[in-house]
């Protein structure tokens, strides 16, 4: 069964930073891309990076200049590096992963996107 773990979300000052990380498992063959999102209590889940197999970065314009995502291929990692945080990146922040899987039930897809169970990160002032 392919899964998304992500991790180090937390609580953390106005100015400070975090690191988020997610790991897709299972039988995989590609990471087409990997994506972060988050979604603040009563809001709309919102897109905040993205990047392609090619190593290709893309941000939201609200966390540009501040936030960096790295990895994919590697160990099939992405990161989201959280400087200078704000309140307003408060949010519970998920993983999306389009793959190239093989999954129990499902069978093979050439692109199938998964998600993480999410991450809490919590910006005080």
């Known amino acids: 069964q392919v899964q998304l773990v992500e991790s180090g979300g937390g609580l953390v000052q106005a100015g400070g930073s975090l690191r988020l990380s997610c790991t897709a498992s299972?039988?995989?063959?590609?990471?087409?891309?990997m994506d972060w999102y988050r979604q603040a209590p009563g809001k709309q889940r919102e897109w905040v990076a993205g990047?392609?197999?090619?190593?290709?970065?893309n941000y939201a314009d609200s966390v540009k200049g501040r936030f960096t995502i790295s990895g994919v291929n590697a160990k099939n990692t992405v990161y989201l590096q959280m400087n200078s945080l704000k309140p307003e990146d408060t949010s519970v922040y998920y993983c999306?992963?389009?793959?190239?899987?093989?999954?129990?039930?499902?069978?093979?897809?050439?692109?199938?996107?998964?998600w993480g169970q999410g991450t809490q990160v919590t910006v005080s002032l």
């Open positions: 999306n992963a389009d793959l190239s899987s093989f999954d129990t039930g499902a069978g093979y897809s050439p692109s199938r996107a998964y």
């Open positions: 299972g039988v995989i063959f590609r990471v087409n891309a």
């Open positions: 990047i392609t197999s090619d190593g290709s970065p």
